[in-house]
């Protein structure tokens, strides 16, 4: 059963880097290099969307990672699990303090109403997510040391 929820935990939280990798790397230069009122309305939009998914898969992941550190506790490992889910809390904070708050403001801009500072309210939550990216890579690579 442990063999199970380590699989299956490392599955979620892989699954989640990825969206998270290619919204950094991937999505958002290519909104970028569209027309501003295209690039508002897109990030306006996956604001919106992954707004949404995103907090119910960083907690779920963190319950994933606390069941299996407790389920394991016993087993070779746990240390990279206790810290892989320490970096996924901190990962949570970050979103709370420093990404969620443009995001909030930036999923309701439109072409019309848009602050004139728009641009770079974006590229600062982009620096912040190109960091929770960073954080989030470095869970996953702990857990997957952990199922060696």
């Known amino acids: 059963m442990l063999d199970a929820l380590e699989v299956f935990t490392t ?4 699954l989640m880097v990825g969206v998270e990798f290619s919204v950094a790397f991937v999505v958002n230069p290519i909104l970028n290099g569209l ?3 295209s690039a508002v309305l897109g990030r306006a939009r ?8 995103m907090p119910v898969w960083y907690i779920a992941s963190l ?5 299996w550190a407790v389920a394991g506790w016993q087993h070779r490992g746990t240390g990279l699990v206790v810290t892989a889910g320490v970096l996924l809390v ?13 995001n909030n403001r930036g999923k309701t801009w439109t072409p019309e109403n848009r602050p004139e500072d728009w641009k770079e ?3 600062r939550w982009d620096r912040f997510h190109y960091a ?3 954080v989030i890579i470095a869970a996953f ?6 199922l060696a």
Not at 11 to 14: E, F, L, P, R, Y
Not at 46 to 53: A, D, E, I, N, Y
Not at 63 to 67: D, F, M, P, S, T
Not at 90 to 102: D, F, Q, R
């Open 11 to 14: 599955v979620v939280i892989g």
């Open 35 to 37: 027309p501003e009122e």
């Open 46 to 53: 996956g604001g919106r969307m992954l707004g949404t998914v």
């Open 63 to 67: 319950v994933l990672v606390a069941v």
């Open 90 to 102: 901190v990962s949570v904070i970050m979103s709370l303090l420093l990404l969620a708050p443009i």
């Open 121 to 123: 309210q974006a590229n």
């Open 132 to 134: 929770r990216v960073a």
């Open 141 to 146: 690579t702990l857990l997957v040391a952990a």
